[in-house]
């Protein structure tokens, strides 16, 4: 499956983004998806998490309550609502999906990832 996440862009602090992965093929719901990041100089890290039928997410702590992640598999697209953004959160946001809701699981396929940047 090929994966293409867009979205992002440049947001005041308190602000709001909605990103959207494409995924090409028709095994899109066979795969659990997720949503990771990397801001610069950091390792590339877990944001969210979500199973094939749509019905259990997960998610890291540091955006537990802010970001939603969410699936229309009808569209095979998964998107992540970035609410309360925090300049923390600046990063580049990418796609991945893969065979169950674990960070490691999740890291079948890439998508070329999506710059966010929070400012202050």
């Known amino acids: 499956v090929q994966l293409q996440a867009f979205g992002g862009g440049l947001v005041q602090a308190g602000g709001f983004l909605r990103l959207s992965c494409a995924a090409s093929g028709r095994t899109f719901s066979r795969y659990a998806m997720g949503w990771f990041r990397q801001a610069p100089g950091k390792e590339r890290e877990f944001v969210a998490a979500i199973s094939r039928s749509g019905g259990s997410t997960y998610y890291a702590d540091s955006v537990k309550g802010r970001f939603t992640i969410s699936r229309d598999n009808a569209k095979n697209t998964v998107y992540l609502q970035m609410n309360s953004l925090k300049p923390g959160d600046t990063a580049v946001y990418y796609c991945?999906?893969?065979?169950?809701?674990?960070?490691?699981?999740?890291?079948?396929?890439w998508g070329k990832g999506t710059q966010v940047t929070v400012s202050s």
């Open positions: 991945a999906a893969g065979g169950g809701l674990t960070p490691a699981a999740l890291q079948h396929y």
